[in-house]
């Protein structure tokens, strides 16, 4: 499906409930420096917190000898960068419906302390359904009130 900085992303279906999902698999010969670390664990503190239909979902993680193994929510119809690059022009109502669901999404991080800091269309993804889901929570930080 994809490849990011640290790894790529398969899909396979679940065996316990026997969903299509999400491999992202993490080349532990990646994360040598700190900073790589960080960002990898960073993400899956963030993703285990958050639960919104804006989101996508961590269902569950787990570690090879040579990888770390995210198994998240699929979103089929891939990201909005490619979304908007095939049509080139996206009708206003279309884009306002897209917007209120980032805006939505991004309301409810900040709402639990969770700073994305790199939001951008390949990182807003879309499910067969057209809904939104923000992802990539490699550099978000997370805030305490004030």
Partial sequence: MGKGAF???NLAIHR???KFVALKSINKTFLSEEASKRKVM???NI???TRHRNIVRLYESFETQQHIVFVMEV???????TYVRKRRRVREDVAKHLFKQVVDGLRYCHSRGILHRDI???NILLTSAGDIKICDFG???L???G
């Fill in 7 to 9: 790894g790529k992303v």
């Fill in 16 to 18: 316990l409930s026997g």
């Fill in 42 to 44: 960073q993400e899956f």
């Fill in 47 to 49: 993703l285990q917190r």
């Fill in 75 to 81: 979103c089929g119809a891939g990201d909005l960068l």
């Fill in 120 to 122: 951008k269309l390949d």
């Fill in 139 to 141: 550099v978000s930080k």
């Fill in 143 to 145: 805030v305490k009130p």
